[in-house]
C-alpha cells in the first residue's frame, strides 16, 4: 500500500509508531471515529492518547498537519496544527 501511496502522490508513507510534533513521515491512520463529526477516513499521521495528526494536504513539497480532534467519543473540529517544509 505504501508503494501505491508514493507512486501516487510523490509521498513516502511509513509505518511509524505515534511520534511528537510534525514531521515528513507517517503511517496510515484512521480519522474522524468519532460520532458527531465527519465520516471516519484514512490519512497519513501519526496517534496519540489525546488526538490524531494527520496530513490534510500537501503543496510544493509542504505537509500540512491538522489535528483530528477525536477524542472522548466526540468528533469535534479538525484543527490546524503546522506546517513543515519536507
Same mark, same amino acid.
Given at each position: 500500500m505504501a508503494a501505491a501511496l508514493l507512486a501516487a502522490t510523490g509521498m513516502f508513507i511509513a #509505518? /511509524?509508531?505515534a511520534q511528537a510534533g510534525m514531521n515528513c513521515f507517517g503511517g496510515l491512520i484512521t $480519522? *474522524?471515529? %468519532? #460520532?458527531g463529526g465527519e465520516a471516519p477516513s484514512t490519512a497519513t499521521g501519526h496517534a496519540h492518547s489525546d488526538t *490524531? =495528526?494527520?496530513? =490534510?494536504h500537501t503543496y510544493n513539497r509542504n505537509w500540512v498537519w491538522y489535528s483530528d480532534n477525536s477524542t472522548a467519543?466526540? +468528533?469535534? #473540529? +479538525?484543527t490546524y496544527y %503546522? /506546517? $513543515?517544509a519536507c
Open positions: #509505518p /511509524t509508531p $480519522i *474522524n471515529a %468519532g #460520532p *490524531n =495528526h494527520y496530513v =490534510h467519543g466526540f +468528533d469535534g #473540529p +479538525d %503546522g /506546517t $513543515i
